[in-house]
């Protein structure tokens, strides 16, 4: 393919999408990401995109949110990496509430293993994850369906969510910067995933590394409200995101990343840093979370940062 052809491609892969991963694109038009790089390098220097932490976005600053359907071709691999390692989290007979997004929805395909849980969940597509999981109760939010990710928001969600207590909330979202935390490009979106957070006495957010360094317009939860970030590796030389989670760790919040290779996924180990504590807003008075990072992981970042 010709470097013309590639990059018209391209072009349109990002004004479908809004936010393509290199690696997808990659993957895309079959060649290596270190052409494709080149390509994205030229096409941000006629204006046409913007380079942003190991992907292309749509030029203009935000960006701007894409539907489902292109949403769940974009970054498959880490997505089922991210989940796996997530559901390790899951014990039996907790009860958690679970986010809408194309990563939470992979997870919801491996909680449906987990016996005794209580899933609590404005997603349609989460709930229908779960829908024939035998020993999994699934309690879904009231609210307006919102047809571009199948989640029910605004007043009526909120409301049901209200006097509710879980041990953890599993989110997702369109950007994740350690400044503003995570982000989304809907207000009721927002609004709605706000009223989970307040429910919960964890947050856990799943973020694929193409959401590292990314802002969006309306923010969800703010970085001291994070308990843990699970991600996936990010690829060679993408210096800003191993910055990023640098940012996030020195923080307090805690880094799990997953694998997208073979073999099953799991959170690295963690060890608690010592002094470090945070109160949830929502958790009561008195209440605090621990902060731990992974053992190894300044190493790790500035390793990341080397390559």
């Known amino acids: 393919m010709f470097a013309a052809e590639r990059r018209q491609l391209i072009l349109e892969m990002v004004r479908a999408n809004g936010a393509v991963s290199l690696r997808e694109l990659a ?12 390509d994205v390098r030229a096409l941000e220097a006629e204006g046409l995109l913007d380079r942003r932490h ?30 796996d390692a997530a559901a390790a989290l899951v014990e039996e007979g907790e009860a958690i509430v679970v986010g809408a997004g194309t990563t939470t929805q992979e997870l919801a ?24 999981a035998n020993r999994v109760e699934v309690v879904m ?45 809907n207000m009721l979106s927002a609004s709605v995933d706000r009223a989970l957070v307040q429910a919960a006495a964890e947050v856990v957010v799943l973020a694929d590394h193409t959401k590292l360094g990314t802002d969006t317009m309306f923010q969800t939860v703010p970085t001291d409200v994070i308990t843990r970030l699970v991600t996936d590796e990010p690829p060679p030389h993408d210096d800003r995101a191993a910055t990023e989670l640098q940012a996030l760790a020195d923080q307090g919040v805690q880094i799990a990343v997953a694998g997208a290779g073979g073999g099953a996924a799991r959170p690295r180990h963690e060890v608690p840093l010592p002094g470090q504590r945070r109160t949830h807003p929502g958790a009561g008075a008195g209440a605090a979370l621990r902060t731990a990072v992974l053992a190894e992981q300044p190493a790790r ?6 390559r």
Request: hydrophobic letters at 40%; proline letters at 3%; a positive charge.
């Open 109 to 132: 395909r491996r909680l449906a293993r987990v016996p005794g849980l209580t899933v609590v969940t404005n997603s349609l597509l989460v709930a229908q994850a779960l829908a024939h």
């Open 27 to 38: 993957r895309v038009v079959q060649t290596s990401e270190v052409t494709v790089r080149r």
């Open 141 to 185: 939010t009231g609210g307006t369906l919102r047809g571009s990710n199948y989640a029910l928001v605004g007043s009526g969600a909120e409301q049901s969510l209200q006097g509710l207590r879980v041990s953890r909330a599993f989110l997702s979202g369109s950007g994740l910067t350690a400044e503003r935390g995570l982000s989304t490009s």
């Open 301 to 306: 970042v500035a390793d990341l940062r080397r």
């Open 54 to 83: 190991g992907g292309a976005v749509l030029p203009g600053g935000f960006t701007r949110e894409s539907g489902f359907p292109q949403k769940s071709h974009l970054a498959t691999a880490e997505k089922t990496a991210i989940a």
